[in-house]
């Protein structure tokens, strides 16, 4: 990228915390993103499974869903329409996963929901937020005030010594469980705080006004277990948890069941539950819950030592047999000193200990489909 390019990128808050900590600047959804720093990525993917470490997570969308009526009910039953989760039935303070559906039951994007007592907070993926509000105002404008929050930050601290160091600022973080979301306020700041992430360790999630946002990453950084993380480290921690990435292991043209989400879809939602259907790809996914889907997300663990990355094409056997999935993502996982991958199978061939071949630089390398996280999560329940 030219560097007349580079000034076409958007800045976070963070910018230019980041430069002054030496971080490594990339383009990511538009914006200019660190995807390390001098500790480098292994070093900030092991510190995060050990200690605390900090993500600025500022280029994802937040916004604001406002009931007209004043009733968060009203505002819950409307967001349904879009996506297959229950939304009414998150009680206020808590948070849960979704994805907005197309037509075909493909996934346009997915997403965090939290009620916050008198409305509801969204948390979207950067390269979809537009595309997201436009949807959310084409079927919701009559029912909700559309509110995108441009004027916040968003940060996550991730770790086994996130509560601790958060605590020095905000002692209410201790009595929260996983998944609870709400206002809290971190030192003097008035924040939004989800105990939630995106690596698989506890921790949390801190929306703060834009004009806050240096101050208090500055403070988190001054205790000496929280190192900042970059994009690098993100995508290897958030791999080695089994979670997707949105527009690489989920995208439009996979539904929940084929994404190995049905975990995410309660049953009020599904055939036979009370609110069953009435999302956009209803018909499809509801018929792969009761019939079973073609193919399916799995985990995946090359035998050898050589990472498999995305785009690889997977077979069914060493030599002769046609591609039957591709590899959404792969690398190397540091915590296990092995690489690991996620990729789509036919469902067939989707059961634990299944061997499949992926094809790397003209060879047929052997993989066995793995149980997803490949590290346990430590989230606290």
Request: hydrophobic share 40%; net charge neutral; glycine share 12%.
């Amino acid at each position: 990228m030219s560097a007349s390019d580079n000034s076409l990128l958007k800045q976070t808050p963070l910018h230019a915390l980041h430069l002054a900590r030496g971080a490594k600047m990339v383009p990511f959804a538009g914006y200019d993103m660190p995807v390390q720093y001098a500790a480098g990525v292994l070093r900030e993917h092991l510190h995060t499974r050990i200690a605390a470490g900090l993500f600025d997570v500022s280029h994802m969308g937040q916004i604001a869903l406002r009931p007209r009526s004043g009733k968060t009910a009203d505002a819950a039953l409307a967001l349904e329409k879009l996506v297959p989760q229950d939304i009414l039935g998150i009680p206020p303070g808590r948070q849960r996963y979704a994805q907005f559906t197309n037509a075909d039951g493909g996934l346009l994007d997915d997403l965090m929901v939290a009620n916050f007592g008198d409305h509801l907070f969204l948390v979207v993926n950067a390269a979809c937020k537009t595309e997201d509000e436009a949807h959310l105002r084409a079927h919701l404008a009559g029912i909700c005030e559309i509110d995108p929050l441009a004027d916040r930050a968003l940060i996550a601290l991730q770790g086994p010594k996130a509560e601790a160091v958060l605590a020095k600022l905000c002692a209410d973080v201790i009595s929260m469980k996983f998944m609870d979301a709400g206002t809290r306020r971190v030192g003097d700041i008035d924040c939004f705080v989800s105990r939630s992430g995106y690596t698989g360790e506890d921790g949390f999630e801190i929306s703060v006004p834009a004009d806050k946002a240096e101050a208090l990453v500055t403070a988190l950084l001054d205790n000496g277990d929280v190192l900042p993380i970059g994009l690098g480290a993100r995508d290897s921690l958030r791999l080695e948890a089994g979670l997707c990435l949105y527009g690489h292991d989920i995208d439009t043209t996979t539904t929940p069941v084929e994404g190995a989400l049905e975990w995410s879809v309660q049953k009020v939602r599904r055939g036979g539950g009370a609110r069953a259907g009435g999302f956009p790809g209803a018909d499809n996914i509801l018929s792969q819950f009761a019939q079973g889907a073609a193919r399916r997300r799995v985990g995946l663990r090359p035998e050898g030592r050589a990472p498999v990355r995305e785009g690889a094409g997977l077979f069914a056997d060493a030599a002769s047999s046609g591609q039957i999935g591709r590899v959404t993502s792969g690398g190397f996982g540091p915590s296990l000193n092995a690489p690991v991958a996620m990729g789509y199978v036919p469902t067939s061939l989707s059961a634990i200990g299944t061997t499949v071949f992926a094809e790397v630089r003209g060879q047929r390398l052997p993989l066995k489909v793995a149980a997803t996280p490949f590290v346990p999560n430590t989230y606290k329940r």
